[in-house]
T-cell receptor
Framework: GQQVMQIPQYQHVQEGEDFTTYCNSS?????IQWYKQRPGGHPVFLIQ?????EVKKQKRLTFQFGEAKKNSSLHITATQTTDVGTYFC????????FGQGTRLTINP | DGGITQSPKYLFRKEGQNVTLSCEQN?????MYWYRQDPGQGLRLIYY?????DFQKGDIAEGYSVSREKKESFPLTVTSAQKNPTAFYLC???????WGTGELFFGEGSRLTVL
């Protein structure tokens, strides 16, 4: 079945450093979504990418969708303590499949 | 305020007991979903419903049951047949079903611990 792999599983950074998480699918995705889950909280939608090669920005967050629509990345510039949490990608054709998530911790 | 309400937030049960988790939404969304989250893992789909009176098994449906008698409600029953029920359960809804491109709105979750 369709699989969505996300790496790394954990990332610890110093505040102010950049952070990137990668998402790879075994099959072509019709779209990719990104969610953030704060510790003890529930996932909250960040963004959706639909077009091949699409790049979207939200302040310090940059989201990319690969040309082949099989991979995606989320990059955070100059992390802040409010960025702490687990970031999930989710993609699919007929069903939405979630990656395992990347847990980001930050040393202030 | 529109949103998804899950209850209870925390639940403790003895092994062998059935448990029903409630999920109610007032977003007027057609599609609703149940996910299971285990520590360090992603979200795994248990069941989903794209319309009232219809629901489909997800990837890990064994030991679970659902109903969708009303658009607003999608309760999940964790039966005694579920071998490892201790987990964090998340309910979600979306305007469209999986074939659409709508975002998922999640409830705050129900943490079930089986003793």
């Amino acid at each position: 079945g369709q699989q969505v792999m996300q790496i790394p599983q954990y990332q610890h950074v110093q505040e102010g450093e950049d952070f990137t998480t990668y998402c790879n699918s075994s099959t072509t995705l019709s779209n990719i979504q990104w969610y953030k889950q704060r510790p003890g909280g529930h996932p909250v939608f960040l963004i959706q990418l639909v077009k091949s090669g699409e790049v979207k920005k939200q302040k310090r967050l940059t989201f990319q969708f690969g040309e082949a629509k099989k991979n995606s990345s989320l990059h955070i510039t100059a992390t802040q303590t409010t960025d702490v949490g687990t970031y999930f990608c989710a993609g699919g054709a007929q069903k939405l499949v979630f990656g395992q998530g990347t847990r980001l911790t930050i040393n202030p | 305020d529109g949103g998804i309400t899950q209850s209870p937030k925390y639940l403790f049960r003895k092994e062998g007991q059935n448990v029903t988790l409630s999920c109610e939404q007032n977003l007027n969304h057609d599609a609703m979903y149940w996910y299971r989250q285990d520590p360090g893992q992603g979200l795994r789909l248990i069941y989903y419903s794209q319309i009232v009176n219809d629901f489909q098994k997800g990837d890990i449906a064994e030991g679970y049951s659902v109903s969708r008698e009303k658009k607003e409600s999608f309760p999940l029953t964790v039966t005694s047949a579920q071998k490892n029920p201790t987990a964090f359960y998340l309910c979600a809804s979306s305007i469209e079903g999986f074939w659409g491109t709508g975002e998922l709105f999640f409830g705050e979750g129900s943490r079930l611990t089986v003793l």
